[in-house]
């Protein structure tokens, strides 16, 4: 690790995104833990909630939200990395970033929780039911995948969902090249997706040997998703999307339908999904349907395409926890502080698991 590690703080410190962050952080060269927040674990040894991390944190412990602000005059510039449930995060991240204004402290936030993936308050209350905790903050923040936006003008970054990330993998190159404008998505995710709270949909025995669908055509990432190809594309279309559970852990697997405006090739999508993602590092453009085992657990993310007639499918498979999540929110860290973006994100996947 250099000398010179921006010190960072995890918000929503006992869930499963903030346990990848600190992940993570641990083999970062240029980042290293400041605090690690959790209001319901302050005191406690970080590897209690999290014992496959104990050997990098041995003696690490969760702190209070004050205790974390109260660190911030200890070094000029920090990071903060939020997995805190949406509602909750932006609360949080508020107070820090005041805290440092007043503290004369350069706090640059990357939040992977929904409060700052809408560019307006109104789109937030609308997909989520509640007034936004502090939409003064909305405009400091840019949310997109990585990949699909070279730069960004804001301080600060949001990271889309999950389901959202690995839809708009597949989706936006075909949108900016005119081939579609209405999309046809059957996605499925692992269980780590529904958080750390055991729930009907996300207990063992339940989603053992089993798969089902949920909030058919109405699921919450359908506007995120459609706004976000907006921006990154600056047209409109229309998306039907139904997610699915599936009866593993980690990881999605999307399947993405549309009817092509144009006759293409095969070829001819196939070099267009090569040539939009040349320059990505962690996207893939696969000869042969992707596997889930060959991306989890790591930030990669791969693409194939099958063209027959007007019809084109894209299948998308990523890690929910990782490009979906935390990998693609230390993306947007290390483009914000000025480091490769693939710092500390080029582990591959482990083949087996």
């Known amino acids: 690790m250099s000398d010179i590690a921006i010190p960072t703080i995890v918000l929503g410190g006992s869930g499963y995104v903030a346990g990848e962050f600190l992940r993570l ?3 970062h060269p240029n980042l290293k833990l400041g605090a690690v927040v959790s209001s319901s674990q302050a005191g406690e040894p970080v590897g209690k909630t999290f014992n496959h ?31 805190a449930p949406h509602g909750a995060s932006a609360g949080l991240v508020d107070k820090l970033l005041s805290a440092g204004a007043g503290a ?10 929904a409060d700052f993936r809408f560019a307006s308050a ?29 730069r960004i003008e804001t301080p600060h970054a949001a990271h ?8 708009l993998l597949g989706i936006v190159p075909l949108v900016k090249l005119g081939v579609a404008d209405e999309f046809f998505v ?50 409109d ?25 144009e006759r293409l090739t095969q070829a001819q999508v196939d070099e267009a999904l090569r040539e939009y993602y040349r320059a990505s590092h962690f996207v893939r453009i696969e000869a042969e349907p992707p596997k889930m085992k060959d991306i989890v657990a790591t930030n990669y993310a791969a693409l194939h ?24 929110s230390i993306q947007w860290a290390n483009r914000l502080l000025g480091f490769p973006e693939t710092t500390g994100l080029t582990a591959p996947a482990a083949g087996w698991l």
């Open 186 to 235: 059957s996605a499925v995710t692992g269980s780590t997706g529904a958080g750390r709270t055991p729930r009907d949909t996300t207990h063992h025995p339940l989603r053992q040997s089993n798969l089902f669908a949920y909030q058919t055509l109405k699921h919450r990432h359908d506007p995120e998703v459609r706004a976000l190809i907006k921006t990154a594309t600056g047209r």
């Open 237 to 261: 279309v229309a998306l039907n999307f139904v997610p699915q559970s599936g009866p593993f852990a980690r990881g999605i697997h999307a399947t993405i339908f549309a009817k092509s405006n």
């Open 160 to 167: 889309p969902g999950c389901f959202a990330t690995t839809m």
């Open 122 to 150: 109104d789109a937030y209350a609308a997909v989520y039911g509640h007034a936004h905790e502090t939409p003064a903050r909305l405009a400091e923040f840019t949310c997109a995948v990585p990949e699909h936006l070279a």
């Open 104 to 113: 004369g402290v350069q706090v640059v936030v990357v939040d992977a929780s």
């Open 305 to 328: 395409a099958v063209v027959s007639g007007d019809t084109i499918v894209v299948l998308s498979v990523a890690d929910n926890l990782l490009k979906g999540a935390a990998g693609g």
């Open 25 to 27: 952080l641990d083999a």
């Open 53 to 83: 991390l104990a050997p990098a944190y041995p003696t690490e412990t969760f702190v209070s939200l004050d205790a974390a602000i109260e660190r911030l005059v200890t070094a000029p510039k920090w990071l903060v990395l939020s997995g």
